[in-house]
């Protein structure tokens, strides 16, 4: 992610690791969110985290593809 220049907003510390997909311990798979991809099947978009490296603060979760057809509950 160059060219970028985000800052922790707890310690100000300019070193981010962006991107980093989340999993579950028991390594069932990544955590993510359910879309519909067409009638019969349902996908999962991971879940990215971007990680402060100076205080370990999770700045943000996302998705990359945020145009899905998300499942609400
Ligand atoms: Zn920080």
């Known amino acids: 992610m160059a060219g970028r220049s985000q800052v922790c907003p707890h310690c100000g510390h300019r ?3 962006e991107g ?4 579950l311990l ?3 798979g990544a955590v ?3 879309y519909r991809a067409n009638l019969l099947l349902h996908g999962t978009e ?3 985290a971007d990680l ?3 205080c370990g603060t999770v700045i943000r979760l996302r998705v990359a593809r945020p145009d899905r057809n998300w499942i609400k509950a």
């Not at 980093?20 to 999993?23: A, G, N």
């Open 15 to 17: 070193d981010l690791a």
């Open 20 to 23: 980093i997909k989340l999993s």
């Open 26 to 28: 028991a390594e069932i």
């Open 32 to 34: 993510g969110l359910n």
């Open 46 to 48: 991971p879940l990215l």
């Open 52 to 54: 402060c490296l100076g």
